[in-house]
């Protein structure tokens, strides 16, 4: 055993970047006084051998490319934390270069804030009450009143799960043609009313249609169920019980600047944090000992609202409230939040496992990344 241990360390100092040696595959990852507690990979049964032919993989860059860090919760302890140099990007498809990214380092998670969003409405509604979710959008804005044709007809529900109907082509043509509605949602002042003009299309419920607009619309309703700007309230209510105060939530340029912030997919944090938004999901909305978000809300957010997503290996994914739960082809229950360029958030409450990474694939879009990891993963837990 000893024998093996030693060869087994020779092998990754000799093939392993430095970044992956300061701790050890199979090392506790570091204490930062950040209210992580930590453990060993061994305490989830993670493989030690399994888990560093994955990192050499990830070292190589070719089957799963410029993946920035990941990390692995097992029952409430950090197992598994690794981080790699790579190009990134912010938020308006601003490069940032070549960044050498680490437990200090933010990063933009994309359409995970849309996961985020879901949590801060349920903590919202746990004072309001559920009840609120069958109410029409319209009711919310009684401000406004150029609504599109049939909006009456959408419901809260209907926005979270992005089953409103609305006539809007976002995944239809190319993000960069300017008959996109995203591209014209970021060009617009007002984005929540360029929204909220969209006439129904089809009956709401009836089929699943990303919209990013359709998260700005939420976000405006906690304004108004809690009175708060969403980014004061995130952080009196989410953040600052988690420990998280390094972070940036984003908004567009056009937009007004008494809009909500990007609440699709402005939000930018450190992976440690991150995690925690992770395993708030495993915990059924607990943070060392503290309910943050009611365990209703997270059984209610991560139900299968739609049967069949298309977004991820066939037939695997459903939709909730802005999360997309599962079962993998293995068995495993499996909870998602995903954001563009790869950046994925795995909870698997059967393993007791909860997986965060953050990748910088812009570019190109997601190429499964995620998934190939999280089997990687799955097969490496004994």
Do not use: C
């Not at 950090?78 to 190009?87: Q, R, S, T």
């Not at 998670?109 to 985020?116: E, F, G, L, Y």
């Amino acid at each position: 055993m000893i024998i093996r241990h030693l060869v087994l360390s020779i092998f990754l100092a000799v093939s392993l970047p430095s970044h992956t040696l300061a701790q050890g595959i199979g090392a506790a990852p570091a204490e930062l006084d950040d209210g992580w507690m930590v453990a060993e990979p061994a305490e989830a049964g993670l493989d030690p051998d399994a888990m560093a032919r994955l990192v050499e993989m990830i070292d190589a860059g070719v089957t799963v490319p410029n993946v920035h860090a990941l990390l692995i919760e097992y029952k409430g302890h950090l197992v598994f934390e690794h981080y790699w140099p790579g190009d990134d990007w912010t938020l308006g498809e601003k490069p940032l270069g070549y960044v050498q990214h680490g437990p200090t380092t933010q990063h933009d998670i994309r359409s995970i804030s849309k996961s985020v969003t879901s949590l801060l409405l349920g903590i919202a509604l746990d004072e309001a009450g559920e009840n609120v979710l069958k109410r029409p959008i319209t009711d919310f804005f009684p401000d406004r009143d150029n609504f599109g044709n049939g909006l009456d007809t959408v419901t809260l529900h209907h926005v979270l799960t992005m089953t409103a109907g609305l006539n809007w082509n976002e995944n239809f043509v190319s993000y960069a043609s300017d008959h996109n509605d995203f591209r014209m949602l970021v060009a617009a002042g007002d984005p929540i009313g360029f929204v909220l003009a969209k006439e129904v299309r089809d009956t709401p419920g009836s089929q699943w249609t990303y919209n990013n607009g359709l998260t700005l619309v939420a976000a405006r309703v906690i304004e108004t169920i809690t009175g708060e700007p969403l980014a004061d309230y995130a952080d009196k209510v989410l953040f600052a019980p988690l420990g998280i105060t390094d972070y940036e939530w984003l908004s567009r340029p056009s937009w007004q600047s008494n809009t909500v912030p990007d609440a699709g997919g402005g939000l930018r944090m450190r992976a440690r944090d991150m995690a925690k938004i992770t395993s708030l999901v495993l915990h059924k909305g607990r943070w060392r000992g503290q309910q943050i978000v009611s365990s209703g809300w997270i059984s209610t957010s991560t139900a299968r609202h739609v049967q069949d997503n298309p977004w991820g290996p066939p037939g695997v994914y459903g939709y909730g409230y802005y999360w997309y739960p599962g079962v993998l082809i293995s068995g495993q229950r499996v909870v998602r939040a995903a954001g563009w360029g790869d950046q994925r958030l795995y909870v698997l409450p059967d393993n007791g496992l909860a997986i965060t990474l953050f990748a910088g694939n812009y570019e190109k879009g997601s190429r499964g990344i995620g998934e190939r990891i999280l089997g990687r993963i799955v097969r490496a837990q004994r």
